[in-house]
C-alpha cells in the first residue's frame, strides 16, 4: 500500500482539529461567572451615632487656697486621700512674724514720724494764719473795702491750708504706724500669740491634686489643694460644630473604650452654644464645641474611671428598632440615585433604591428591596446587569 492510499483513508482528521480549535476558543471566550461576596437585606434595629473622643471629668471641683500670708506647714495627704467636708484639715498656715527693725531702719522710721509731726505742726499754723486773715477780709469786704477778687482769694486759702493740715494728719498716722507694726531691735521678742489658721475642707471627696506638698511660705491666695467627688463624673465631647446642631439635650450617649468590658449609657446635658478652632491631626482648622454628658450609669459599674480619663463616645441621633436594612457596601451611586445588585437566578440584576439613615456599617432601606434579598457587597467593575455571579468562598 503506497503513500497516495494511507491518506486516502483518513480525510475526517483536518475537520477533527478543526472543530476541536472552535471549542477551545468558545470556550475562552465563553463568559464566566464572576466571585462576589454576598450579603442580606434584614430587618432589625438601626442607629445613627456621632462618634468622637471624650474625656471624664469631675462636676464639682474645689480649689483651696491660702486665706492669707503665712508659713504654710507640710501636707500630709496624697491624691486619692478622702476627706470629709468640715472635719479633715488639708492645711494649716503659721502666721509669719513682723520683720526686726534694724537700728538704721528704726532711725529713718521715727525720721519719718518727726517729719511728719513737724509738717503737721506747720499746717496748722498757716490754718491759723489763713483763718485769721480770712476773717479780717471778710470783715472788710462788709465794709465795702476790698474786692471780691481778694475776698475769693482769702477764702480760698483757707480751705488749702484745712486740707493742707488732713493731709499731714494721715501722714503722721502713716509713720505712727510703721512703727507700731514691728517689734522693737532691743526688745529681742517676737509676736507668739496668734494661733496657727487650720483650713478645713468644705466638701466630702477625695484628694485630686497637692499644689504645694512642703512647707513653705505661701502668699494669700496660693493654691494648695484641689478636692472633687470622682463619683459625681461629667464627659466632655468635642464634635464639629454642624454635628453639634443637631444633637438635642436628652440624647442617649454610649461610652465605649473607657476600661470596662460593657458600654456605659449617658445623656446630654448641654451643647455649649459658642464653638472654638481646633487644628486636626491633618492640619485642617475645624469649628468644634463642646458637648457635655452626664453618666447614667451607677458608680459602682464604673469603679475605675476617674477624672480626664479619655472615653469613646457615640451619640444616639437616630434609632430605630425595627426597619429595613442592608449592608452599606452594597449601595453604590448611579447617577442621582442609590443602586445595588441583588443576585437572582445566579445572576446580578441592578436595582435602584431609596436610601434613608446609615449608621456606617448598615443602611435604612425605604424602597425597592425586601426582606431576605440576597445584595452584592463591595461589587466592582466585572459586575454588570444580568452578569453570571458566583458566591465568594472566604
Known sequence: MNRTQKKSRRPWIPYVGGLCLIGIIVAGLWPRAVPVEIGKVLIGPLKTAISEEGKTRIRQRFVISAPTTGQLRRIPFRPGAKVEAGVAVVAVIDPIAPVLLDARTRSLAEARRDTATANLEKARVALAFASNEFRRIEQLYGQRTVSV?????????????????????????????????????????????????????????????????????????????????????????EVLSRDGAAIAPGTKVELEQWGGSEPLEARV?????????????????????????????????????????????????????????????????????????????????????????????????????????????????????????ARLRI
Open 149 to 237: 477778687q481778694e475776698f475769693e482769694v482769702a477764702q480760698w486759702r483757707e480751705k488749702t491750708s484745712g486740707k493742707d493740715v488732713a493731709a499731714a494728719e494721715s501722714a503722721l498716722r502713716e509713720a505712727e504706724a510703721e512703727l507700731e507694726g514691728f517689734t522693737s531691735d532691743s526688745a529681742g521678742t517676737t509676736d507668739k500669740s496668734r494661733d496657727p489658721i487650720e483650713i478645713r475642707s468644705p466638701v466630702t471627696g477625695q484628694i485630686l491634686r497637692v499644689f504645694e506638698e512642703s512647707s513653705r511660705a505661701v502668699l494669700g491666695g496660693t493654691p494648695l489643694v484641689e478636692i472633687g467627688d470622682p463619683s459625681d463624673l461629667e464627659v466632655v465631647i
Open 269 to 389: 446635658r448641654l451643647v455649649e452654644p459658642a464653638a472654638f478652632t481646633k487644628i486636626s491631626a491633618l492640619g485642617v482648622e475645624e469649628q468644634r464645641v463642646n458637648v457635655i454628658a452626664d453618666l447614667v450609669a451607677p458608680p459602682e459599674r464604673r469603679s475605675g474611671l476617674g477624672d480626664n480619663f479619655r472615653v469613646e463616645a457615640r451619640i444616639v441621633i437616630w434609632e430605630e428598632n425595627q426597619t429595613l436594612k442592608v449592608p452599606a457596601g452594597a449601595l453604590f451611586r448611579r447617577g442621582a440615585e442609590w443602586a445595588v445588585f441583588v443576585v437572582s437566578d445566579g445572576r446580578a440584576r441592578l436595582q435602584a433604591v431609596k436610601a434613608g439613615r446609615s449608621s456606617g456599617v448598615e443602611t435604612q432601606v425605604l424602597e425597592g428591596l425586601k426582606d431576605g434579598d440576597d445584595v452584592i457587597l463591595y461589587p466592582g467593575d466585572q459586575v454588570r446587569d444580568g452578569q453570571r455571579i
